[in-house]
């Protein structure tokens, strides 16, 4: 049975007050059903407006996996912080992005695609977290890995 959600969506205005990141890095557009269990789901609209397209790859645009993976640190990063933080604790001040593992890119991710990230907590020691994210495009998962962040004060 799933947890129950925390937080049903966190727009923009919400991340930004969260996530110290900006474009063109910050690289979500809001977040959905954060759980109490600590997961959630990053929702990301790749447009063919983005500077990565500029020379990835200009005759066949390919969003690039490396962002990918950053999104779901970011994904992981907002969830980590809104979740602990709605349990009236003090929100960090920094999140460091520190280990990626089994890393794999699946099916190539194009202009006009919806990417959704979804994030698993999978265990906490002190200020580390370890998350799994799989990154769907209409259910598809074109990405998967482990992340590892460090919260700070």
């Not at 194009?110 to 370890?130: C, F, L, N, Q």
Request: charged share 25%.
């Amino acid at each position: 049975m799933e947890s129950p959600i925390v937080f049903d969506v966190l727009d923009i205005n919400a991340i930004l007050k969260t996530l110290p990141h900006r474009y063109p890095f910050l690289l979500i557009d809001k977040v959905i059903n954060i759980r109490e269990d600590f997961s959630g789901i990053g929702i990301k609209n790749v447009t063919i407006t983005e500077p990565p397209f500029l020379g990835h790859f200009p005759e066949r645009p390919v969003y690039p996996g490396v962002l990918m993976i950053e999104a779901m640190a970011q994904t992981a990063g907002v969830i980590g912080i809104r979740a602990a933080g709605a349990g009236g604790g003090e929100k960090p001040r920094a999140v460091y992005f520190v280990t990626i593992d089994k890393c794999k890119f699946r099916k190539p991710v194009i202009p006009g695609d919806t990417v959704e990230y979804h994030m698993r907590y999978v265990s906490r020691r002190k200020a580390m977290w370890w998350y799994h994210g799989d990154a769907k495009v209409n259910g598809v998962v074109v990405a998967e890995a482990d992340v590892g962040a460090m919260l700070t004060d």
